[in-house]
């Protein structure tokens, strides 16, 4: 039996003042009204109406029984109005984690505008240049760079990360600027370990491809990291294009290899496959979708 379907019953009887109108108001036949009463009654061990052929009345038991089932009824509409709104109005708190350079270069700029658009949103935003598990770790949402094989996710892209090669001022004028990719074969290149030990750049231009093993002095799993070794003269960095573009602008590194290409890497952003996400996420996903999604190639500035 359904309980609360029963209590709605009892209640439309007792406004009513007959199964027939109960009936007809719960679009419902006269004979499942009788069946929902007969069934509570048979729960409740006791009768809750006194019928006769002209009239009905509660017993003392049907009356107690009626106020407590009104009050139940009134807390469910309470929640599912509570539900509804939180559904149809962004609320609440969204935990969201990202890459930690692509999050405070990319992501975190446009931030402000969400929350001035969705001012009942708070923001948790956690950096880590490692793969999150959203359900394990409670994130409703993450960036994520590369290809998503992950199938209780819902990706949707984002503009790809582009990557540039790049060096300090000092460095080039150490060792020249290299003319063709296999140059840096022997060099000192910076890597990222997060793309393993055997990682190597590969470069095109045209129909060319020249792939070079990553050996150099120094490694590190993050980015920003990567960065500061590069500005300090210790090797040639490959990083994205959000990494580097503020240094390249100073000054502080210079672009190498012009007309060759690197990879760029997909750049999506994930949530759990639910199926009906709340108002927040939604709104969130739409949000950095319309202001992160597809853009032009960005090229690194000349020096």
Known sequence: M???????????????????????????????????IQALEAQLGGRLLERTTRRQRLTELGAAYLERSREVL?????????????????????????????????????L??????????????????RVVELAEEGFDCGIRMGPTHDDSLIARPLAASHMWVAASPAWVKRHGRPRHPSELEGQALL???AWGRSHAWRFTRGTETVQVPVRGPFATNNGQALLAAAV????VVVQADVLLAPALAA??????????ALPSRAVAIVRLGERRPSA???????????RLGDAPQRQPPRS
């Open 191 to 193: 890597g990222f370990s």
């Open 251 to 260: 000054g502080r590194l210079v672009p190498l290899l012009p007309g060759w």
């Open 280 to 290: 927040k996420l939604r709104s969130f996903v739409d949000f950095v979708v319309e």
């Open 2 to 36: 359904d309980k609360l379907r029963a209590m709605e019953v009892l209640v439309s009887v007792a406004e009513k003042g007959s199964f027939t109108a109960a009936a007809e108001a719960l679009d419902l036949s006269p004979v499942m009204v009788g069946k929902y």
């Open 112 to 129: 402000a505008d969400y929350v001035a658009r969705y001012p009942h949103v708070d923001l948790d935003l956690n950096l880590n240049d």
């Open 74 to 110: 009134s807390s469910v509409r309470a929640a599912d109005s509570v539900a509804e709104s939180l559904q149809a109005e962004p609320h609440g708190t969204l935990r969201i984690t990202a890459p930690v350079s692509y999050g405070a270069a990319r992501l975190a700029p446009v």
């Open 232 to 235: 300090a003269g210790m090797g």
